[in-house]
């Protein structure tokens, strides 16, 4: 396929150009337009989680329980997709390595990635950012989106990321979540700062500009009582 992203890095949506027969998967309701014979289904099955218990893990993720697919006719198709949040969209060639995503950063991928919840995805329970992260291997085209724009980290060593800012990352590098540097558990708390990851290894890290927490704690703290 073909991948276009448009209007980076605030308001940025992907145009798809597919080949005859080609699928991808995306998000439930990102779809904002597409060619007019394309055929479009609905599935619970993905990857090592298939079926309904793979949907109800996507489900705890913070993700729809669906993923919509979308197949281009025997002319080809095109779509344009889009995420909820206002942001940007990274276009990942995905090697065998793989990538460890934020659950709500995924947007779409080609038929052949494989998408599942691993083991990383219980240590962000702690953050209080992210249930869950997800898995994600095989071969072809992966879109992430973020809230704000994207930027990527190439890690040699050790790196240091609040974790409302992550977006992805591969699996050459390993994490741990903690406190920020040189403070205790009470003032990291207490400044705001919150929890930490810490990375080691080598490889890429992707970040977003904005925290979709702190930006929903502003806007509460900003908004009248609701009468009753």
Same mark, same amino acid.
């Given at each position: 396929m073909k991948v276009n992203i448009l209007h980076q890095p605030d308001c940025a949506i992907a145009h798809l150009i597919l080949k005859p027969g080609e699928d991808i998967l995306a998000e439930a309701g990102s779809m904002i337009a597409m060619q007019g014979d394309m055929q479009v289904s609905t599935t619970l099955r993905?990857?090592?989680?298939?079926?309904?218990?793979?949907?109800?893990?996507?489900?705890?993720?913070?993700? =729809?329980? #669906?993923?919509?697919?979308?197949?281009?006719?025997?002319? /080809?198709?095109? @779509?344009?997709?889009?995420?909820?949040?206002?942001?940007?969209?990274?276009?990942?060639?995905?090697?065998e390595t793989g990538l460890i995503v934020q659950a709500t950063s995924y947007l779409a991928c080609s038929a052949q990635v494989i998408l599942d919840i691993g083991v990383q995805g219980f240590k962000s329970f702690f953050s209080g950012e992210s249930f869950f992260w997800l898995d994600i291997s095989g071969r072809g085209d992966l879109l992430l =989106?973020? #809230?704000?724009?994207?930027?990527?980290?190439?890690?040699? /060593?050790?790196? @240091?990321?609040?974790?409302g800012h992550i977006v992805a990352f591969e699996k050459t590098l390993t994490f741990e979540i903690t406190k920020p540097p040189g403070s205790n558990w009470v003032s990291a708390w207490l400044s705001g700062e919150g929890f930490v990851c810490r990375f080691k290894g080598r490889g890429r890290l992707f970040c977003q500009t904005h925290n979709p927490q702190a930006f929903g704690q502003f806007i509460g703290s900003q908004l009248s009582p609701r009468s009753e």
């Open positions: 993905r990857g090592k989680g298939g079926g309904i218990f793979g949907g109800l893990k996507r489900a705890i993720a913070g993700e =729809s329980l #669906f993923l919509s697919v979308f197949r281009a006719s025997s002319t /080809g198709g095109e @779509i344009f997709l889009s995420p909820k949040m206002l942001g940007d969209i990274f276009h990942y060639q995905l090697p =989106s973020s #809230f704000g724009a994207i930027y990527e980290i190439f890690v040699e /060593g050790e790196y @240091i990321v609040d974790t």
